[in-house]
């Protein structure tokens, strides 16, 4: 049984720019949410997805959006990077409705 | 909303210490209720969780905590630290959102630091 997989581990971006992040679901799960984890705090659901669908969301803008594939992996995408989105994102998948989840490694984002 | 709230950002004990992780949530209905630790430059890995059965529950690597509906607390314990122990731990709180879905909501989190 694999875990949750996110790529990349690190990267650094300038602000303005736009940033793709992957999470590779657990085998079996269905559901996938992100969590941003800025520094010294704890993290902060920004959206959930199930069946390729955005089924709830944070208080996160617009410019955070995502997707969902068939396999149940997922994207996090980030437009008009702020020095604010920097922050350790954390994927998570688990069976709807569980209420909890496994979580990846998470990929750590710097927006220079 | 529900909330969680974790008194102490910083806990500091010997090794072989008993330790004492404070949380208290707010939740208008019967919560589910997790803890996760948090290793640098790591994701999280699930300790135990609460979940309407016992209200003692044990975890991994010795942990456990108590549900206390009356204080609203569910605060994790071992009875003796280990150097190993060392991380950040985070206490959540599951929502049900009315749309179907859950989220957890994550107090801010302790840092543990185990001296020898």
């Known amino acids: 049984e694999t875990g949750v997989t996110q790529s990349p581990t690190h990267l650094i971006k300038t602000r303005g720019q736009q940033v793709t992040l992957r999470c590779s679901s657990q085998s079996g799960h269905n559901t996938v949410s992100w969590y941003q984890q800025a520094l010294g705090q704890g993290p902060q659901f920004i959206f959930q997805y199930y069946r390729e669908e955005e089924n709830g969301r944070g208080n996160f803008p617009p410019r955070f959006s995502g997707l969902q594939f068939p396999n149940y992996s997922s994207e996090l995408n980030v437009n008009a990077l702020e020095l604010d989105d920097s922050a350790l994102y954390l994927c998570?998948?688990?069976?709807?409705?569980?209420?909890?989840?496994?979580f990846g490694s998470g990929t750590r984002l710097t927006v220079v | 909303a529900q909330s969680v709230t974790q008194l102490g950002s910083h806990v500091s004990v010997s090794e072989g210490a008993l330790v004492l992780l404070r949380c208290n949530y707010s939740s208008s209905v019967p919560p589910y209720l997790f803890w996760y630790v948090q290793y640098p430059n790591q994701g999280l890995q699930l300790l135990l969780k609460?979940?309407?059965?016992?209200?003692l529950v044990k975890g991994i690597n010795g942990f456990e905590a108590e549900f206390k509906k009356s204080e609203t607390s569910f605060h994790l314990t071992k009875p003796s630290a280990h150097m190993s122990d060392a991380a950040e731990y985070f206490c959540a709180v599951s929502e049900f959102k009315n749309s179907g879905y859950s989220t957890l909501t994550f107090g801010k989190g302790t840092m543990l630091l185990v001296s020898p």
């Open positions: 609460y979940t309407s059965a016992a209200t």
């Open positions: 998570a998948s688990s069976l709807a409705g569980q209420g909890t989840g496994t």
